[in-house]
């Protein structure tokens, strides 16, 4: 597949036109990561913007312990690195490959030139800002104030509205993260996290099905995931 043709499928170019993209074409460089290669860390200059063309990538904050905690796993077609090349501040978090990466990247200059006359790309860049700024402050809180119940109820729940796959008895999530990955995603040790997902399956919210997990009662696990937030 071409840059030029990768390029349309992505959200944040698509509605440009076949001279649009010739041009984003052109400015755009190529490259490969490694499994578990860190791509920037958290307080780095950053001048480019990222788009995963292929793999897995996660976005990662060490809290005050040191211990990892993964904020979101994007994968081909997402695209990151948006706050430091819009306002020139540091990097915000870590992003490390998951798995082999390609990603294409805009440098800041020939990407501002681009969109300053392309506004529409600008405008779905904040959108798409905001919805993660949104989403961040709600992990936050999840992190601060729920419990292990909450906490996997809800990143379950993350899974599948990112995915926008329907939720219905017997939807499955296809999980690509390890338990630990997973664990780290929700602030719990790696035990904790098996046991609680034990527990749900005892309770006859999912059942396991090798990587994926398959939700039995839709209601009862989003009914868990909101309880704390509930007024």
Known sequence: MTNKTFLRQVSLFSGLSDKDLRELESVVRERSFRKSEVIFH???PGNALFVIKRGRVKISMDDKSGREIILRV????DFFGEMSLLDGEPRSATVSSLEPCQALILYREPFLEFVARRPQVVM???TTLSRRLRKADEKISRLAFADAYEKVASVLMEIVEERKIPLHIGTEIPISLTRKELAEMVGLSRETLTRV???FQRAGVVRI?????AIIDPQKLRREATRSFSV
């Open 74 to 77: 994007f994968e081909g077609g």
């Open 124 to 126: 779905k860049m904040l």
């Open 197 to 199: 997902i034990a527990d």
């Open 42 to 44: 958290a307080q780095e």
């Open 209 to 213: 099905e090798g990587h994926h997990i």
